[in-house]
Nanobody, 127 residues
Framework: VQLQASGGGLVQAGGSLILSCAAS????????MGWFRQAPGQEREFVGA????????YYSNSVKGRFTVSRDNAKNTMYLQMNTLKPEDAAVYYC?????????????????????WGQGTQVTVSS
């Protein structure tokens, strides 16, 4: 099983980027998927996630209203649309997938509930 994150790059503050996470080796239509990020010297933090049914999404307070998680189960791919980017959004972004559905909203926030991880893609935001 492999998750391949892509789409990172350099963007000016206020700009937009869309990250993709392509999965292979199994389908994740019945599993929760999420995005995390890690800036230098900081711990990995939750960004956003989508439940297995794609009906519910969850976001950290720092990105709510600016970032959108979506998924295309036919392509086995998850996306992170990032708008109004700020310098503090700069980090390596990781996509992750759980084995199956997660039982609660809180469960989607915890990195420990995700089993599969992508390699990360760098997002740099210039001020």
């Amino acid at each position: 099983v492999q998750l391949q994150a892509s789409g990172g790059g350099l963007v000016q503050a206020g700009g937009s980027l869309i990250l993709s996470c392509a999965a292979s080796g199994r389908t994740f239509s019945s599993a929760a998927m999420g995005w995390f990020r890690q800036a230098p010297g900081q711990e990995r933090e939750f960004v956003g996630a989508m439940g297995s049914t794609s009906a519910r999404t969850y976001y950290s307070n720092s990105v709510k209203g600016r970032f959108t998680v979506s998924r295309d189960n036919a392509k086995n791919t998850m996306y992170l649309q990032m708008n109004t980017l700020k310098p503090e959004d700069a980090a390596v972004y990781y996509c992750a997938a759980a084995h199956t559905t997660l039982s609660s909203m809180r469960a989607h926030y915890s990195a420990g509930n995700y089993v599969y991880w992508g390699q990360g893609t760098q997002v740099t935001v210039s001020s």
